[in-house]
């Protein structure tokens, strides 16, 4: 009689490498998560290198030099061409003024509705006493002083003076444009005192 053959144990489908691991639907098994949060964050780490690398102060001194110059040319084409024409060509697209009312007028019609047509006789002087610009480099601001003179029909001139602040944005192009501009007149000197009347009277 012969002796039944023993039965070997069948391998199984895994350990030949048939069927992969069990694992939630759609998931790569545990030990492929970690090399691939590794990559991610290398990744993004070299990208933040990159992006540190690239960004470059600004010359502060530079920019400041840059916005005191277009106040001076602000300035010289109000007295060439018009204030009109100067206030246009260096207004930037969203331009507001705490004069005249920025959620009503905005841009060049803002421009228009407060500066208006030349009006014979009238000039306007002014001269930045103070400068500075942002860290980023993207917004700079002058203020000093200005003078308004208007000479009337009959030759007699009007002298007006005061301070002015002028906000000024870079713009995409590397241009300055102003956002805002202001002035404030100067105060009339105080009345001198009345000379105390003598006690008893």
Known sequence: MRKPRPIRPAVSAVRR?????????????????FPTLLLASALISAALSTVALARVEP??????AEVAAVEDAFCSMAKTQGLLAAFQHFAAPDVAFID??????????????????????LSLT????FTDVSDDGTLGYNYGRYESKLTKPDGTVGVHTGWFLTIW???????????????????????PAKPAKPAGN
């Open 17 to 33: 490498g048939v069927l992969a691991p069990r694992t939630a639907r759609g998931q790569p098994p545990a030990n492929m998560k």
């Open 59 to 64: 010359d502060k001194d530079k920019l400041k």
């Open 100 to 121: 005249t009312d920025p959620r009503k007028w905005r841009g060049p019609a803002a421009v228009l509705e407060r500066i208006g047509p030349d009006q014979p006789g």
């Open 126 to 129: 002014w001269t930045a006493t």
């Open 169 to 191: 944005k870079r713009q995409p192009d590397g241009s300055w444009k102003y956002v805002m501009d202001n002035g404030a007149p100067d105060r009339p000197a105080p009345k």
